[in-house]
């Protein structure tokens, strides 16, 4: 599977960014897609996920109620709506899929979001 985000960018604190990934390949197998992102200086961690099935979402506390994720199993696009973005926010962006059978999982190569306070 071959992962490549868009929609990064500079905005302001308070702004508005919606981020996408689009997959290609055995995409047929994905069972989760996910947002992981990464600051300088810190590890990387989980923004959102939802499964490629129900559509369960999960957030991490810091995004809960600004960040929506949404993906679109027929167009294998997954997309996250950022609002109310705040300087923490700034980091590269990944997007992240987990595929059956084996939970093997694959990487976007990322797409940079900076916000200015």
């Known amino acids: 599977v071959q992962l490549v985000e868009s929609g990064g960018g500079l905005v302001q604190a308070g702004g508005s960014l919606r981020l996408s990934c689009a997959a290609s390949?055995?995409?047929?197998?994905?069972?989760?897609w996910g947002w992981y992102r990464q600051a300088p200086g810190k590890q990387r961690e989980l923004v959102a996920a939802?499964?490629?099935?129900?559509?369960?979402?999960n957030y991490s506390d810091s995004v809960k109620g600004r960040f929506t994720i949404s993906r679109d199993n027929a167009r294998s696009t997954m997309s996250l709506q950022m609002n109310s973005l705040k300087s923490e926010d700034t980091a590269v962006y990944y997007c992240?899929?987990?595929?059956?059978?084996?939970?093997?999982?694959?990487w976007g190569k990322g797409t940079l979001v900076t916000v200015s306070s």
């Open positions: 992240n899929v987990e595929t059956a059978p084996y939970g093997m999982d694959y």
């Open positions: 390949g055995n995409t047929f197998s994905i069972k989760a």
């Open positions: 939802i499964t490629g099935g129900g559509g369960i979402t």
